[in-house]
């Protein structure tokens, strides 16, 4: 038996010496309604069956209370919750960065990866990095993500349609094939406008 409130979920659970009401309805350990009785009487009940006595519902009319291990209660639903924790996979945002004189041989290698990680269920952020006056040209970034988004319209959908980022060009692909598929990628991309940074934005600090 074991005294004092424990914390499952949002709710501070009265257990055995620690419930105050002066009488509960109770349901022991087989799922049976055993009915309303003090609870000293509960308290017995599940002393004697060497169980603790739990306060389920403290708002019902009366409280209602189980008889339970509390501590194997405890201890089964920590492990599933433990367990249910590794089933979950974080998502992931990779970056593929690719610069405008990059051989589109070698992006088409890059892709091959790109592959594996929207298998993974990972989001992709694909960024075109410019350098020097290559910035004023972004009609260029543009359409190195349009390639991207149609290359890979089997396996993602642009969540994000290409915008500037500083010096650079990005745009965020999700898993699951694009609907309408390669045409309607290349549709997506070529119907974004993209406003060109801020002349503070491409000058350097002092």
Not at 179 to 203: C, F, N, Q, W, Y
């Amino acid at each position: 038996m074991k005294k004092g409130a424990f914390l499952i979920g949002d709710k501070n659970l009265r257990i055995n010496q620690a419930i105050r009401a002066r009488e509960v309805r109770v349901i022991d350990d087989t799922g049976k309604q055993v009915g309303v009785m003090p609870v000293y009487e509960a308290l017995r009940l599940a002393q004697d069956r060497n169980l603790d006595l739990v306060e389920v519902a403290p708002n019902a009319q009366p409280p209602v209370c189980r008889i339970i291990d509390f501590g194997k209660f405890m201890y089964e639903r920590t492990k599933k919750e433990r367990e249910a924790k590794k089933g979950q996979k974080a998502i992931e945002i990779k970056e593929l960065r690719i610069r405008p004189k990059t051989n589109w041989y070698h992006t088409g290698f890059k892709l091959k990866r790109v592959r594996e990680f929207l298998r993974d269920g990972n989001k992709i952020r694909v960024r075109v990095v410019f350098r020097a006056r290559e910035i004023t040209h972004t009609t260029i970034g543009r359409e190195i993500l349009e390639k991207v988004a149609v290359e890979l319209a089997d396996a993602a959908n642009v969540e994000q349609t290409p915008m500037m980022d500083g010096k650079s060009m990005v745009m965020l692909l999700a898993p699951g094939a694009t609907k309408g598929g390669p045409d309607a990628a290349s549709a997506l991309i070529r119907g974004t406008k993209v406003a060109m940074p801020a002349p503070e934005e491409l000058t350097p600090q002092p």
